[in-house]
């Protein structure tokens, strides 16, 4: 069977109930994002690396309770208050210009037990807010953060990147790449990207020779 090439298709990130992948490492945040009623004060802060799954357990959770998804650094210090379940998306890149709103907001929604989740790479204790109010608030809401990926939560995350950039490796090319693949969400994300660019350049597939030279890795003597 021919190898599939590589075309320089428009990304489409997958951010349904049937494409998030729960394991020993997320299992926790899957659970806790998914039953905002057990949350203390009905808020509950999500951290955990860049692809580890954040936004996508942010936007099952919006889909399920009707919620808008606010980035934190586009938040409008003018924006009218919530009356429904909110997120608010990278909370550690919040600008000083929000921060009052963000604290009433946050008094607001607690008072009418209206569910609040928030996101970051660190827990909000960590987060550069100069607001004493809102930096008190905010580091006594419930954390749970997404652990470093193990075995089967690396796998998935790697298939993901590939089915989003509408990739379809060879089996050998993804067998090579689980083995000397920097073990974090991180490396996952960018070994692919760097696959994804090589591939559309040289308008070929992703193998395991694509593999081995972007990986460089050392071919098997013999």
């Known amino acids: 069977m021919a190898e599939q090439l590589a075309f320089d298709w428009p990304r489409q990130d997958r951010m349904g109930a049937d494409t998030f992948f729960v394991s020993e490492a997320n299992a926790e ?3 806790l994002v998914t039953m905002p009623a057990a949350w203390p004060e009905s808020k509950l802060a999500l951290s955990g690396p860049r692809g580890a799954g954040k936004t996508h357990l942010a936007r099952l959770f919006a889909d399920r309770n009707g919620a808008p998804v606010l980035n934190a650094p586009d938040i409008d ?3 009218p ?11 550690d890149r919040l600008p ?3 921060q009052e709103w963000l604290f009433h907001t946050h008094n607001h929604m607690r008072a009418r037990a209206l569910p609040l989740l928030l996101t970051g790479q660190t827990p909000p204790n960590r987060w550069p807010i100069t607001l004493p109010d809102l930096a008190s608030r905010l580091s006594a809401t419930t954390c749970v953060a997404i652990a470093d990926p193990d075995e089967r939560l690396l796998d998935a995350v790697l298939m993901k990147q590939f089915q989003d950039r509408q990739i379809a490796p060879t089996p050998e090319a993804v067998t ?3 083995k000397h693949i920097d073990r974090s969400f991180q490396g996952a994300i960018e ?3 760097a696959l994804d660019r090589a591939a559309m350049d ?3 597939a ?11 890795i050392a071919p098997r003597s013999g």
Not at 206 to 216: C, E, F, P, S, T
């Open 29 to 31: 945040a899957h659970a």
């Open 77 to 79: 210090p003018a924006a």
């Open 81 to 91: 208050l919530p009356d429904g379940p909110l997120v608010i998306e990278d909370g």
């Open 96 to 98: 000083q210009s929000a």
């Open 176 to 178: 090579l790449l689980r």
């Open 191 to 193: 070994a692919v990207a």
């Open 202 to 204: 040289e308008r070929r």
């Open 206 to 216: 992703v193998n395991r020779a694509l593999v081995q030279r972007i990986m460089d």
